[in-house]
């Protein structure tokens, strides 16, 4: 059997189970950044249907922040990369600056965040692999 074929045991599942999920999250915010004020600004009657964007911001937060920790925090204990961490915890940073800020430097700010996010998930998942 081809080594390549076969897939390292030691690496753990979950983590990486937990990256995609946290990438998939990552570009699910930069779409929501990027096209809910195109919607919202050619359907208007769309705004009340739609939760308050800062609103949908904290909820994203408050999920983004126990996957990619667990999953950036158990790949980090698997690789030992320390810039991945740190990528990692700068996008959320920055996306709880983009919802704390609002107004016009909001979706600047949060796509920043959103992108160096999922920058981390992947370099942890090519580093779990």
């Not at 999920?21 to 249907?49: N, T």
């Not at 990369?81 to 600047?108: K, Q, S």
Request: hydrophobic residues 55%; proline residues 6%; charged residues 10%.
């Amino acid at each position: 059997m081809k080594a390549c074929a076969m897939r390292d045991s030691s690496a753990p599942a979950p983590v990486s189970r937990l990256d995609r999920l946290g990438f998939a999250l990552s570009g699910l915010c930069l779409i929501h950044c990027l096209l809910l004020p195109i919607i919202i600004a050619i359907l208007p009657v769309m705004s009340s249907i739609i939760p308050e964007h800062e609103v949908v911001h904290f909820v994203m937060i408050a999920i983004a922040i126990p996957i990619s920790g667990t999953a950036i925090f158990k790949g980090y204990l698997h690789h030992r990369v320390a810039a991945i961490p740190l990528i990692g915890a700068t996008g959320l940073l920055f996306l709880l600056i983009g919802a704390l800020l609002g107004g016009a430097f909001d979706v600047p700010v949060t796509v920043t965040g959103s992108l160096l996010l999922a920058t981390a998930h992947l370099r942890n998942w090519r580093h779990m692999h």
